[in-house]
């Protein structure tokens, strides 16, 4: 059965304080090389071969993000 | 610079009540062909180059996951 | 030891899709009664006896809860 | 109208690694006398006067907690 993979983040220009919780435990931890950090939401749907990116988009849109706020990208896995 | 993708899930034994509620949403709301929905933790790191995926998998399993209820995954974008 | 919590969720004014979807999945599954649904984040802080509330304010306003999408309250318990 | 807030919480002896890194970076930034942070999940809901606390605890149940690995308070506002 296909999978589909949908991410949502913050829009870049938003600030992600949990994001930069985890940056700065990074640092306090001795964790070396990491620069920026952001969370956002991860969504795996499993659907039928019919189900075509148009819809999963519209679900997303729908559903799963604030297209005012977050972004998101879809992949199939 | 690069970019590491975290996606952290519940693993698959465990019950995810608030993906079992996006798809009765989804039935509700008329949308056909998904069969499962399940939420996760999605989280976007830059890191320097010198920073390999054994690093990445130490930073996940301490700070991102909780290696007992949850499984993640990795990936370069 | 105190414990404070801060509750942190979306602005009234920001859509916020999952409790969308929550409520969604109420109607589907039969339960009546129910008109609205908002899902935020819960933080639960054991604090020193000198921890007072202008400091779980400035904690909660820098790595808890983003000011301009998001609202907090805090309360002992 | 009156609302109900559940807060969902992952039981006290499951790790929470998002609750940890909250402290390691309290700690990085300087905030003294917090010795603990657990995070945890906030539902807002807007109920009728018939809704009783029986029937939430059902929705909490079914649709906001996974009973195995998180715990919930329920609480009218």
């Given at each position: 059965m296909p999978r589909v993979v949908v991410d949502v983040t913050l829009k870049s220009e938003i600030l992600d304080p949990q994001g930069q919780a985890i940056l700065s435990a990074l640092t306090r931890l001795g964790y070396?090389?990491?620069s920026g950090v952001r969370q956002g939401k991860h969504f795996e749907l499993d659907v039928?071969?019919?189900?075509?990116e148009s819809m999963v988009a519209r679900i997303a849109e729908t559903l799963l993000a604030n297209p005012v706020i977050e972004d998101f990208t879809l992949h199939w896995q």
């Open positions: 070396i090389g990491v039928d071969e019919g189900v075509d």
